[in-house]
């Protein structure tokens, strides 16, 4: 019969199994949390994704009309509502020059309204812009709308239900889509006004976000970014 152990070898047993817990336990934990971490990472990036593609769509359809933007940003912020529009850093609509372009540098001005208003002629009035200026003379100086996280909730009508002049280039300076303005983007297959730009405009939508990290073991946060590139629904031959 097999002696009982002794009271000082339990103490050393029950010392080497909790030593051993101590090391599996940690690598565990950090593989379960980096699971996640990755998890919701890659969750925003689709829902950034997805955004990107959904104002996209919405230029695409919307094309010309005054209120392009202001349907722009709704699908937009329906398409970032999985991932909470307070997370917003930008949301740039540009001419495109073609399907492999990228957002110009210079659309990222101070405040929230890009390049916007530099590009109407000096006869221009309000709600008129001048569509010669259109694309912009100035190839050095990009046509673009820039939008922060509070523009998703920008109204076309007040609270009486009167029109304001937010969108639409209808009043010079309040509008906030002077920078390229709707009514000027080119929907038709072919415009003789405007030789050398055949067919319809290419928009270019980016959008940036700020991805929070759970734990912060690795850093606090990482910026999320998708550019999606679609012309015109052509409405005119």
Request: with cysteine.
């Amino acid at each position: 019969m097999a002696a009982a152990p002794s009271q000082a070898s339990r103490r050393r047993e029950r010392g080497s199994t909790l030593t051993e817990a101590a090391f599996v336990t940690f690598p565990f934990f950090l593989i379960i949390f980096g699971i996640m971490e990755m998890g919701f990472l890659f969750r925003n990036y689709l829902t950034i994704s997805n955004t990107a593609s959904e104002a996209a769509r919405a230029a695409s359809v919307y094309g010309s009309n005054d209120d392009a933007d202001y349907q722009i940003l709704q699908s937009a912020k329906h398409g970032i509502a999985a991932m909470g529009a307070e997370r917003l850093d930008w949301i740039v609509i540009w001419r495109a020059s073609g399907p492999n372009d990228t957002v110009p540098a210079d659309c990222f001005g101070t405040g929230n309204y890009g390049t916007q208003g530099v590009y109407l002629g000096p006869n221009a009035v309000a709600g008129s812009p001048d569509a010669n200026n259109h694309p912009n003379p100035n190839p050095a100086i990009p046509e673009c709308n820039t939008y922060r996280n509070g523009d998703l909730f920008l109204a076309l009508e007040d609270a009486l239900g009167n029109e304001t002049d937010t969108f639409g280039c209808k009043g010079r300076p309040t509008s906030r889509d002077m920078g390229w303005c709707s009514i000027v983007r080119k929907d038709s297959v072919t415009d003789s006004s405007l030789p050398g730009y055949p067919g319809p405009d290419y928009v270019g939508i980016y959008v940036q976000a700020q991805h929070n990290y759970l734990t912060g073991f690795l850093q606090d946060s990482s910026t999320l970014s998708s550019t999606k590139i679609i012309r015109i629904e052509p409405e005119n031959n």
